[in-house]
């Protein structure tokens, strides 16, 4: 699987060829893509994306805790990483970072 247009706030995620067991190589033409967009009265925003599964989870393959950098980064910092996603499963998280008062959402 690959990623392209992460830098732009929208990632497409595509296979690259066919995954089932052939002598043939097929091409995909098909895409899935993720965007986040971040409204509040009248701002708008398009989050950052991060597509690095290592950058969450480090090498627990389990992915069911963050680890390494995601918990211990500035979010701004670590969507500013070098992000590798060629030849593995690539995911997709989306953030902001917030400063609220007592009794304040972010809706």
């Given at each position: 699987m690959d990623v392209f247009n992460r830098e732009a706030g929208h990632p497409f995620y595509r296979v690259r060829s066919s995954i089932e067991d052939s002598p043939r190589w097929k091409g995909l033409a098909a895409r899935t893509f993720l965007s986040c967009i971040y409204r509040k009265e009248k701002m708008r925003a398009v989050l950052p994306a991060i597509t690095d599964p290592g950058l969450v989870f480090g090498q627990d393959t389990s992915l069911s805790?963050?680890?390494?950098?995601?918990?211990?980064?500035?979010?701004?910092?670590?969507?500013?990483?070098?992000?590798?996603?060629?030849?593995?499963t690539p995911c997709g998280f989306f953030g902001s970072a917030l400063r609220l008062s007592p009794g304040e959402n972010a809706d």
């Open positions: 805790r963050p680890r390494r950098l995601f918990c211990k980064k500035d979010l701004g910092k670590l969507v500013q990483r070098r992000q590798n996603t060629a030849g593995k």
